[in-house]
T-cell receptor, first 114, second 111 residues
Framework: KAGVTQTPRYLIKTRGQQVTLSCSPI?????VSWYQQTPGQGLQFLFE???????NKGNFPGRFSGRQFSNSRSEMNVSTLELGDSALYLC?????????????FGPGTRLTVL | SQQGEEDPQALSIQEGENATMNCSYK?????LQWYRQNSGRGLVHLIL?????REKHSGRLRVTLDTSKKSSSLLITASRAADTASYFC???????????FGKGTRLSVIA
């Protein structure tokens, strides 16, 4: 079975721009979660989608948004980028909602905001 | 905010030695998981232990959970250079809440 894929792997943007990141979960998985990882804050939960509905949301500003499609693929969008948005963005998929079971992570998208 | 806090923050050992990492958390949990991350890459699931379990083994890994002390430990026996990575514990409060990660322990295994 193919693992979780994330595109693009690397991205460089400038302040004020917007960015869209994509995540394809493992086939059959209906839950997709997004995390932001920075050296200072560690792994911070952004949001989780399950069957196209946002089920949980972390403590991030409204500039961060996401969605999930009927094939379970997910996108997250960050508008009006700030320098502090530079991070590794990780996507994880699971069979069921929440952290009850194993989460399978993708390789991440490294976003650099200049 | 982080639920789990790993200790130590960094650990350096010789190949063949055992490595022990600890995780403490604040609120009641449904289960606790350990993940490994090689530098700048995605996380790999190592082991899951449920709140009603006390100990679990997987290969060279041994995890214990003490819910009365709100703590867990991960033991890697006979460590190898390939075990060099960051190790994170993650907890979920109930079945429908997302995983909350600690800041991790950086393990260096020197050949």
């Amino acid at each position: 079975k193919a693992g979780v894929t994330q595109t693009p792997r690397y991205l460089i943007k400038t302040r004020g721009q917007q960015v869209t990141l994509s995540c394809s979960p493992i086939s059959g998985h209906r839950s997709v979660s997004w995390y932001q990882q920075t050296p200072g804050q560690g792994l911070q939960f952004l949001f989780e989608y399950f069957s196209e509905t946002q089920r949980n949301k972390g403590n991030f500003p409204g500039r961060f948004s996401g969605r999930q499609f009927s094939n379970s693929r997910s996108e997250m969008n960050v508008s009006t980028l700030e320098l502090g948005d530079s991070a590794l963005y990780l996507c994880a998929s699971g069979l069921i909602q929440g952290g009850t079971d194993t989460q399978y992570f993708g390789p991440g998208t490294r976003l650099t905001v200049l | 905010s982080q639920q789990g806090e790993e200790d130590p923050q960094a650990l350096s050992i010789q190949e063949g030695e055992n490595a022990t990492m600890n995780c403490s958390y604040k609120t009641s949990i449904n289960n606790l998981q350990w993940y490994r991350q090689n530098s700048g890459r995605g996380l790999v699931h190592l082991i899951l232990i449920r709140s009603n379990e006390r100990e679990k083994h997987s290969g060279r890994l041994r995890v214990t959970l003490d819910t009365s002390k709100k703590s867990s430990s991960l033991l890697i026996t006979a460590s190898r250079a390939a075990d060099t990575a960051s190790y994170f514990c993650a907890t979920d409060a109930t079945g429908n809440t997302p995983l909350v990660f600690g800041k991790g322990t950086r393990l260096s295994v020197i050949a």
